[in-house]
């Protein structure tokens, strides 16, 4: 008969896992697991980065990525949400002695290469805010928000002498933005290329406030 030199429980009351009683052995495996697992997470398409790739987020990624965070254990996620997964942990080197587990995802907003190179250069529309430099600064500001709001998002923002022109990555979110705060432009269009012959504009909105 063997007894726990932790809790002195014999091995009559309680399965043993080496020298330790389960629940000891239990309690130490939970002791070296650390709490909080980074991930990071696209904030363009959601996808997150498994073992140096970008892959939809699901179950199984969320699993894949935490068996890599707790080697050399066997990992199953029982469930994840607002911020948290529970899972169940095994270590097969301690004869399958398993204990289920919070842990803390702390998510690491980022941008994919897909993203990173759909975000380069590229454009819609500009708008061109004039006049006061306070109301400009907040206009830009305000767009720049209702843009990331839209799943849309400011290319770039350049700063002129008289205002700032904004590079938006959609016609149709920038001049909804517009129409929603009733301010008056003069729109030009510019050809820009054509796909499947339809003409591709840029637009450009001026607006003095
Ligand atoms: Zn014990
Ligand atoms: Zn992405």
Aim: glycine share 8%; charged share 30%.
């Amino acid at each position: 008969m063997k007894h726990c030199p932790i809790c002195n429980r014999s091995s009559e009351e309680a399965r043993f896992y080496g020298e330790f009683c389960e629940f000891c052995a239990g309690k130490k495996l939970k002791a070296g697991l650390h709490a909080e697992v980074k991930v990071e997470q696209c904030r363009d398409c959601m996808r997150i980065k498994v073992a140096g790739v970008f892959v939809p987020e699901s179950k199984g990624a969320l699993e894949a990525l935490l068996s890599r965070e707790y080697r050399p254990y066997r990992i199953r996620l029982i469930h994840s949400g607002n911020g948290i997964a529970r899972m169940l942990v095994t270590d097969e080197e301690r004869g399958g002695l398993s204990v289920e587990q919070n842990v803390h995802l702390k998510v690491d907003r980022m941008l994919c290469d897909d993203d990173m190179k759909k975000r380069a250069g590229y454009y819609e529309a500009i708008v061109q805010f004039r006049g006061d430099e306070g109301k400009v600064g907040r206009a830009v500001a305000s767009l720049e928000r209702y843009l990331e709001k839209n799943g849309t998002f400011v290319t770039k923002t350049e700063q002129k002498e008289h205002g700032v022109d904004v590079y938006a990555s959609s016609k149709k979110s920038a001049l909804a933005f517009i129409s929603a705060r009733h301010m008056k432009y003069k729109g030009s269009f510019e050809l820009h290329g054509e796909k499947r012959g339809k003409r591709l504009y840029r637009n450009t909105y001026f607006i003095t406030l």
